[in-house]
């Protein structure tokens, strides 16, 4: 069967004072010059703040009111399902809609769904089920949220200051990392779950206030050319399919979500119980130490103006993380687990960053929407990962399962090193000047 071959968009303007400007200003900060992307910026962190208090407060109610490893995983694995389906279609629509009205409406739904839980919660009423149905509402929503939010940024920054606006993007979800966690494990300790999702819910507000305060500039002619829906969505998964360096960044993108990311989010409650005998300021703390690494780890990326070889830094940085969850996992104390949770907080950020930057970068404007739904991918694999670790811990204990599935993560990105030269030759010079010529 014949390839499908994709019209050519118009070749783009030659780079023009501003955009001139940010490629050679080396700040770290400098992004937030631009108006916009402040006010999305603040937008996204309140919205990710009262995610990371939700996470931490359905973890802790799940294995408080089960005691079970494998409920708490199917709690994060049916969030796969929804997600699994729409991801597809969310790319789609981040290509063809208006993505203020996108972002506004999923963000209305997500905090609609939040006071109802805060409402069940105050009344007493809650029972597991009704978890369930909130997480799968939830999936929903942030399926079709996360990647307009993610295109968006380039609606407002030039091209050239992408890779420091990504950065810092990736710096205020490490903030939220610090501050979510901890703020509900002491919400949890002190208000109890149902004054947890009211905080959630003044956050959310304030998140789908702020996006009103956007201006978006309008859709090129190119972004309102309509085709059939379907044939967008089939080519763009015939472009991810042909280019060889966006399939091996978008495979890339699966380790942690699989490996690393169910012990650092969602089955932290049982190692925080079982292993290290702490409750729930423990667990806060566990947690805010990832995020705390995160903010300097991030901060230290968005100064790298000048490091060309991003590609080999994704790969190092995946070993740099397996090795800090080792650590993690061996750790006999808190304090001990919260320097190696830290230490893994910051190489986190330097293989996060960089596998957006990069895969950003190279995509051509009018597939952009599409294969940032495809990056989204990793959020309901995650969930997978969750369901499987929580069964291991289970039947293991959670110390053998972290160490056991981070080493099967380490040889896997071993291997990539090895056998992936188009990504591990990639330099920022040439996908900035890539991503600002005509494809």
């Known amino acids: 069967m014949a390839r499908t071959r994709h019209p050519a968009p118009p070749a783009l303007p030659p780079l023009d004072a501003t955009e001139r400007t940010a490629r050679h200003d080396g700040g770290a900060f400098h992004s937030f010059r631009y108006r916009d992307f402040r006010i999305l910026w603040y937008s996204n962190g309140l919205s990710t703040i009262a995610n990371w208090i939700q996470q931490t407060t359905i973890g802790w109610l799940v294995f408080d009111l089960t005691g079970s490893g494998s409920i708490l995983g199917l709690m994060n694995g049916l969030r796969s399902v929804p997600m699994f389906f729409l991801t597809p279609v969310a790319g789609v629509a981040a290509d063809r809609m208006d993505r203020k009205r996108l972002m506004f409406s999923t963000q209305l739904v997500l905090l609609l769904s939040t006071l109802a839980v805060a409402t069940i919660l105050l009344l007493g009423q809650l029972a597991i089920w009704h978890l369930f149905v909130f997480s799968v509402v939830v999936a929903i929503a942030m399926a079709f949220n996360q990647p307009v939010r993610q295109t968006a940024i380039f609606d407002v920054v030039p091209r050239a200051a992408v890779p420091n606006a990504l950065a810092l993007s990736n710096m205020g979800m490490s903030v939220t990392r610090v501050l979510g966690p901890g703020a509900g494990g002491l919400l949890l300790a002190t208000m109890g779950a149902s004054g947890n999702f009211f905080i959630q819910a003044v956050a959310l507000l304030a998140a789908t206030l702020t996006v009103l305060m956007l201006r978006l500039p309008a859709r090129s002619a190119l972004s309102l050319h309509r085709q059939s829906p379907f044939r967008d969505m089939r080519d763009g998964f015939a472009y991810v399919g042909q280019d060889r360096r966006?399939?091996?960044?978008?495979?890339?993108?699966?380790?942690?979500?699989?490996?690393?990311?169910?012990?650092?989010?969602?089955?932290?409650?049982?190692f925080a119980k079982e292993a290290l005998h702490t409750g729930p300021t423990g667990l806060g703390l566990l947690l805010a130490a990832i995020g705390g690494g995160g903010i300097l780890g991030a901060a230290v990326v968005a100064s790298m103006t000048g490091f060309e070889r991003r590609g080999l830094l994704q790969l190092v940085a995946m070993l740099g993380m397996s090795g800090a969850m080792v650590g993690f996992a061996l750790s006999p104390t808190v304090l001990i687990a919260v320097a190696f949770l830290f230490l893994g907080g910051?190489?986190?950020?330097?293989?996060?960053?960089?596998?957006?930057?990069i895969t950003q970068l190279i995509t051509p404007d009018h597939m952009r929407g599409r294969v940032v739904s495809l990056m989204q991918i990793p959020m309901f694999v995650f969930p997978l990962g969750s369901l499987l670790g929580g069964v291991l811990a289970d039947i293991f204990g959670i110390r053998g399962t972290v160490i056991t599935m981070t080493c099967i993560g380490a040889a896997i990105a071993a291997l990539f090193l090895i056998g992936t030269p188009e990504v591990r030759k990639l330099r920022l010079s040439e996908m900035t000047a890539e991503a600002s010529s005509a494809p």
């Not at 966006?246 to 049982?270: D, E, K, S």
């Not at 910051?346 to 930057?357: A, K, L, R």
């Open 246 to 270: 966006v399939r091996g960044l978008l495979l890339m993108g699966l380790m942690p979500p699989i490996f690393l990311w169910p012990y650092w989010n969602a089955l932290m409650p049982i």
């Open 346 to 357: 910051f190489i986190e950020q330097f293989y996060m960053v960089t596998n957006q930057t």
